[in-house]
């Protein structure tokens, strides 16, 4: 399904990312003074009187980027553009039409595209008075608004939805899963994303740190919807530099935690670190579906092959030995289909659920194989039964008569076993052991 677009656009500074925060009501683009923050195109589903329409979020236009990114941010202005339905032209009502605000005006004139002019930061009632001079634009009179505060927004959702209402749809298919895309600096996230998109979606550059927000990318693959998080490139705590890589930090971890699945994205021509191992800890500690995705494997030929790949995976990576593993050249395309169908495979395997009974026969045959050990000292660990009682993550509750006694290694062995005999191979499984009195392996 194709959504209207409502594009944001304007220079550095004018409170793009708050306009954005503020009509979505949700903070998804990340809100500084220092200007060009926002560098990708970040977006939301918004909807109005039942209209449904995506709200795109630009970088600043004429920004003098640091990172040697104008050219890059730029481009993806002009993708936005050529994209929208109707353009938000937002300008500062406190500092006036500026020269920058003049390009951006001339930029938009070379487009065929409806354009709606917004006067930001009327935070006072005289500044609205003051607001005329954006008529000289070319766009018609500015309408006034407060993203910080809230005001105009009404009348603003009102004026997109004159535009976008004969286009938009009266509901949007929810995504069959999220996806989170996480790894270290540079590892190549934005390529797989766009790899995935089929589009320039997100700036590739070799800069590290380029991507600030967690974007989120709509993509349709056989008849089905999913959104890929791309999240920014993390590096070692004490490397970093300022508030934005903290927050961009904060952010990725946000996606891990809204995700069904995780794309941990390594690359091949490294060794794993510290933000590899540090990142596949948080993951697992919040018993998320993970597969372990190798990029830049086309440089890689010569020095391993995958079998002994994995090895090394599985023995830095030891919380991880049952994720699967998918190698891939996300700049050619090689293996990324794959991975997508790859992580449908695990939410799959995460909604399933399973009988009592056949838990109970599982449970049985591991006891077969390695009774129930327990602490050196005290009475013997009995285990009465289990029951499953949700799924993402498949959680199971093992009834015991004293869950204090149980060994951690046992532990391990029992979620061990059960990921081999259940239909649960690749995924994490959370077990919940609840004391019970005496009673048999059968549940009542």
């Keep these: 399904m194709i959504l209207p677009v409502v594009a944001i ?8 990312s708050s ?24 977006s939301t589903i918004c909807h109005v009187d039942e209209h449904y329409f995506e709200l795109v979020d630009t970088g600043g236009f004429g920004i003098e980027d640091h990172d040697n ?3 890059h941010v730029e481009a993806q202005i002009r993708y936005a553009i050529v994209q929208a339905t109707l353009v938000l032209f937002v300008v500062d009502a406190r500092e006036g039409v500026t020269p920058l605000d003049t390009e ?6 070379t ?11 009327v935070d006072v009632a005289p500044l609205e008075d003051q607001i005329g001079e954006f008529f000289k634009l070319g766009f018609g009179t500015a309408l006034p608004i407060s993203a910080h505060q809230g005001y105009g927004r009404t009348e603003l959702l009102e004026r997109i939805a004159q535009v976008i209402a004969p286009l938009a749809p009266q509901q949007v298919p929810e995504p069959v899963m999220h996806i989170a ?5 540079n590892a190549g996230k934005s390529t797989l994303i766009n790899a995935l998109a089929g589009e320039e979606r997100v700036i590739v550059s070799e800069v590290p740190g380029t991507t600030r927000d967690a974007v989120d990318v709509r993509i349709e693959k056989d008849g089905q919807t999913y959104v890929i998080i791309d999240t920014a490139g993390v590096r070692k705590k004490n490397k ?3 508030d934005l890589e903290y927050y961009s930090y904060v952010r990725a971890q946000r996606a891990i935690i809204r995700a069904d699945v995780v794309l941990l994205l390594m690359d091949a021509t490294e060794p794993v670190g510290q933000v590899d191992k540090k990142l596949a800890a948080f993951i697992s500690e919040h018993e998320k579906p993970c597969a372990l995705v190798v990029n830049k494997w086309d440089l890689a030929k010569g020095r391993a092959d995958t079998e002994e790949y994995a090895e090394y995976l599985t023995k830095v990576l030891p919380e991880f030995d049952y994720a699967p593993i998918s190698v891939i050249t996300a700049q050619t395309g090689r293996g990324v289909s794959a991975t997508l169908d790859l992580a449908k495979t695990l939410f799959n395997q995460a909604r399933v659920r399973v009988t009592t009974g056949e838990l109970n026969r599982v449970l049985e ?3 077969a194989e390695r009774g129930p050990i327990g602490s050196s000292s005290g009475k013997a660990v009995k285990i009465y039964y289990a029951t499953q009682v949700a799924v993402q993550p498949p959680t199971i509750v093992l009834f015991v008569n004293d869950p204090q006694r149980v060994r951690e290694d046992y532990r391990r062995f029992l979620l061990n076993r059960m990921r081999d005999a259940l239909p649960f191979g690749e995924i994490p499984i959370r077990l919940v052991l609840r004391p019970r009195r005496e009673q048999s392996l059968t549940p009542p």
């Design 19 to 42: 306009l954005l925060n503020c009509l979505s009501r949700q903070l998804i683009g990340i809100v500084d003074p220092t200007p060009g923050v926002t560098r990708d195109r970040v």
């Design 365 to 367: 045959a591991i006891m």
């Design 111 to 121: 487009f065929d595209r409806p354009v709606l002019l917004v006067a930001n930061k």
């Design 104 to 109: 951006v005006a001339k930029l938009l004139r």
């Design 9 to 16: 656009v304007g220079r550095p500074n004018v409170g793009k």
């Design 181 to 185: 895309v996480v790894g270290k600096r």
């Design 69 to 71: 990114l104008t050219d």
């Design 240 to 242: 970093l530099a300022d």
